[in-house]
């Protein structure tokens, strides 16, 4: 089939990846793709931190390479954008006014709302 030929449709990023993989990866590669999140990255990275401190005691540069991976890490896990911002300031609000007034607490209503 000519370049021309080819169908406009893309393939998965898992598809492309799967071409450089024997069964066995493509295997680890599905059962990869289900874990959400990266905190258990961070928590093997601080396992492999700590293997390198006792192993390679002498090897500040790659302490200190994987400490910044790990700190990169954690400030993407905690890291939410302005949207997200918002909308849990609006949920505090809402929860506040909807059962916090009604049942007589008023401590912190006009800090929450500001």
Do not use: W
């Amino acid at each position: 089939m000519t370049p021309e030929g080819k169908s406009k449709q893309r393939s998965s990023p898992r598809a492309f990846y799967c071409r450089a993989l024997d069964e066995a990866e493509q295997v680890e590669l599905e059962e990869a793709s289900y874990v959400e999140g990266i905190d258990e990255e961070i928590a093997l990275l601080r396992l492999k931190l700590r293997q390198l401190l006792e192993e390679q005691p002498e090897r500040i540069d790659l302490h200190f390479e994987a400490a910044n991976v790990i700190a990169r890490l954690v400030r993407t896990r905690y890291q939410i954008t302005r949207e997200q911002k918002k909308s849990l300031k609006e949920a505090v609000q809402k929860v506040l006014t909807e059962v916090a007034l009604p049942l007589g607490v008023g401590v912190g209503i006009k800090i929450a709302s500001k």
